[in-house]
């Protein structure tokens, strides 16, 4: 399965600022994903990067506030904009099979977290 | 994608059988049973998945009703290291599907 390495592991910032969180896998993946899990919450799912188009929201999620670019099959950027307290949250990155793998997935892959703490 | 229930938390003995349920009912034919796993501090990691029959890999087995409308996920011999929030997920196995994360059940393995 795939390698996640996602940047920053954390972060405290300024409200108002906004942080760009970078996710790169070992390997070309068919799907990316980003989730946030608020303090003592589970996960939701935020949107999916789309490789070369905008990405597709879930609701109450919206591009102003939470840009993502997927430029290649390997990396995705989501960036957390115009910061105010509420946005403290671990942010995740997830992927599914790598492209050799697919259709059959062994489960997705998730990355560490970016815990993220807004002053 | 189908709902799921779990207990909200569990205990279980180290060195025991750690015997998660999880209840989907409205689970669809070509639906598959995903368990996750999440440490604190740490990213979800997958455990096992299964569509119709019994599974079993290296870190779990995950018992699937014949209705399909629940499922266990069993851990053999629960350590102090498997303390962690269990995810029952359903979802379709076609690789352009994300996960949708209920609340899962918190299990504390207890020296």
């Known amino acids: 399965s795939a390698v996640i390495s996602q940047k920053p592991s954390r972060d405290i910032c300024q409200r108002g600022t906004s942080l760009t969180i970078q996710c790169q896998v070992d390997s070309q993946v068919t799907m990316m994903f980003w989730y946030r899990q608020q303090p003592g919450q589970s996960l939701t799912l935020i949107a999916t990067?789309?490789?070369?188009?905008?990405?597709?929201?879930e609701s109450g999620f919206v591009i102003d506030k939470f840009p993502i670019s997927r430029p290649n099959l390997t990396f995705s950027t989501l960036t957390v904009s115009n910061m105010s307290p509420e946005d403290s949250s671990i942010y995740l990155c997830?992927?599914?099979?790598?492209?050799?793998?697919?259709?059959?997935?062994?489960?997705?892959?998730f990355g560490s977290g970016t815990r993220l703490t807004v002053v | 994608d189908a709902k799921t229930t779990q207990p909200t938390s569990m205990d279980c003995a180290e060195g025991r059988a750690a015997n998660l349920p999880c209840n989907h009912s409205?689970?669809?034919?070509?639906?598959?049973v995903y368990w996750y796993r999440q440490i604190h501090s740490q990213g979800p990691q997958y455990i096992i998945h299964g569509l119709k029959n019994n599974e079993t890999n290296e870190m779990a087995s995950l018992i699937i009703t014949e209705d399909r409308k629940s499922s266990t996920l069993i851990l053999p011999h629960a350590t102090l290291r498997d303390t962690a929030v269990y995810y029952c997920i359903v979802s379709l196995q076609t690789g352009a599907n994300n996960l949708f994360f209920g609340t899962g059940t918190r299990l504390t393995v207890i020296p």
């Open positions: 990067a789309n490789q070369g188009s905008e990405a597709t929201y």
């Open positions: 409205t689970i669809s034919g070509n639906e598959y």
């Open positions: 997830s992927v599914t099979g790598t492209t050799s793998e697919y259709p059959r997935n062994y489960g997705y892959t």
